[in-house]
């Protein structure tokens, strides 16, 4: 029975989380403009905009946690896609600097 219960309360759409989102919203501006009476001056708009600043964060960890994960790998029909990456790359393998720099033809060295 309170499982039943439970998933009354448990987010599972992007429009359910755009509802939470905006009553949210409402809660903080109310609150923003209780500061706003409350503290006039600079320290009751400072209190307001942290009010709507947390909108943006609970509404970004609303969204994210709604949204399924991509899978690492597909699963299916179609096999996953391959990332080619081309050998002009900085991690192109070089040849090794010879340390007999004196005994080489090109050379500008005099000893």
């Known amino acids: 029975m309170l499982k039943k219960i439970g998933r009354l309360f448990t987010i599972k759409t992007r429009f359910e989380a755009w509802l939470v989102i905006y009553a949210i919203a409402l809660g903080a501006v109310e609150r923003g403009h209780a500061y706003l009476q409350t503290y006039p001056g600079w320290s009751g708009w400072m ?8 909108v943006f964060v609970a509404g ?12 690492a790998l597909a699963v299916g029909r179609y096999p996953a896609p391959t990332i080619r990456h081309s050998l002009s790359g900085r991690s192109r393998p070089r040849r090794q600097p010879s340390y007999r720099a004196a005994e080489r033809r090109i050379s500008r060295r005099r000893d």
């Open 47 to 54: 209190l307001a905009l942290a009010c709507t600043g947390v």
């Open 60 to 71: 970004g960890k609303l969204l994210d946690s709604v949204r399924a994960p991509k899978p």
